[in-house]
């Protein structure tokens, strides 16, 4: 069993930076795969980002790719989402997601597929 924890979420203005963090519980963090999902208000739960278990291989959608950059740091059982240049279509609920072992690249955006989620933290991007 793996809990998810994230933090870093808050208000901030259109072109503006947040840095969330999902810290981890247990000892095999550096064997899961780890991802990012959102949330938006009246909308369905989408992919953001996704990082394998040594941080080598690292994938994004297309909206955020360029602006996003997910790492992870496997003695501190944390992953990260920097999120730059913040526009107000990012505002949503973030979530944390892991998956206990690899993730074909054609599973990784299929939330199903993951098995831990955090909890969530809300990001809000004011115009």
């Known amino acids: 069993q793996v809990q998810l924890v994230e933090s870093g979420g808050g208000l901030v203005q259109a072109g503006g930076s947040l840095r969330l963090s999902c810290a981890a519980s247990g000892r095999t963090f550096s064997s899961y795969f780890m991802g990012w999902f959102r949330q938006a208000p009246g909308k369905e739960r989408e992919f953001v980002a996704s990082?394998?278990?040594?941080?080598?291989?690292?994938y994004y959608a297309d909206s955020v790719k360029g602006r996003f950059t997910i790492s992870r740091d496997n003695a501190k059982n944390t992953v990260y989402l920097q999120m730059n240049s913040l526009k107000p279509e990012d505002t949503a609920v973030y979530y944390c997601?892991?998956?206990?072992?690899?993730?074909?690249?054609?599973?990784?955006?299929?939330?199903?597929?993951?098995?831990?989620w955090g909890q969530g933290t809300q990001v809000t991007v004011s115009s």
């Open positions: 997601a892991a998956r206990g072992g690899p993730l074909h690249a054609s599973s990784r955006l299929r939330e199903e597929k993951y098995d831990f």
């Open positions: 990082i394998d278990w040594s941080g080598d291989s690292t």
